[in-house]
């Protein structure tokens, strides 16, 4: 059974901290996401890597970076968090290649910054 | 630039009768792939249907179809026979075959609430 984990469902952290957030697929997928759900807004793309140590801006960067050392995990991280940063994360992972092929998502991190 | 529009916020739906989620997109490709997920309030993203640009025929997945029109650049999401367990968001996304890493575009979803 494919499975995407994230290390947490809820996290709370206070502005200015440092904040990673985890992602592992167990599904040897080569493409990974990390996204951000705000209501009305849909999911946004952060970043996304499709190799290990490659990675490529989505549409909303700014104030985030990530990081791929192995094919399993991508790491999502906040230098500095910061209140409008609060949102919902979510990871996912497909394989490369056609189209049609889904992707898997993770049950999504809910994080909050006071 | 790639643009996914659902502009039905929320719907409400009797049990046991049929829904239609609206979604339009806008591509310049030739080639794209359309996908819906549902959301329950748990969190998690569930994958329910898949179309291609060039398939002929209508994607149907159990009590799940998706009315491709092409020439419009609408996919909508009919589910037939609601159940309370429909109750959910739904998000329609997109992906151009030739974008790297296959990156989705996602709408900003539907909520639907299925009434007993």
């Known amino acids: 059974d494919v499975k995407v984990t994230q290390s947490s469902r809820y996290l709370v952290k206070r502005t200015g901290e440092k904040v990673f957030l985890e992602c592992v697929q167990d599904?040897?997928?080569?493409?990974m996401f990390w996204y951000r759900q705000d209501p009305g807004l849909g999911l946004r793309l952060i970043y996304f890597s499709y190799d290990v140590k490659m990675k490529e801006k989505g549409d909303i960067p700014e104030g985030y970076s990530v990081s791929r050392e192995k094919k399993e995990r991508f790491s999502l991280i906040l230098e500095s968090a910061s209140t409008n940063q609060t949102s919902m994360y979510l990871c996912a992972s497909n394989l490369a290649g056609p189209n049609y092929n889904e992707q898997f998502f993770g049950p999504g991190t809910r994080l909050t910054v006071l | 630039a790639q643009k996914i529009t659902q502009t039905q916020p929320g719907m409400f739906v009797q049990e046991k009768e049929a829904v239609t989620l609206d979604c339009t997109y806008d591509?310049?490709?030739?080639?794209?792939?359309l996908f819906w997920y549902k959301q329950p309030s748990s969190g998690e993203m569930i994958f329910l249907i898949y179309q291609g640009s060039y398939d002929e025929q209508n994607a149907t997945e159990g009590r799940y179809s998706l009315n491709f029109q092409k020439a419009r650049k609408s996919a909508n999401l009919v589910i037939s026979a609601s159940q309370l367990g429909d109750s959910a968001m739904y998000f329609c996304a997109m992906r151009e075959v030739y974008n790297q890493g296959g990156k989705l575009i996602f709408g900003q979803g539907t909520e639907l609430s299925v009434k007993p």
């Open positions: 599904m040897d997928h080569e493409n």
């Open positions: 591509t310049s490709d030739q080639s794209y792939g």
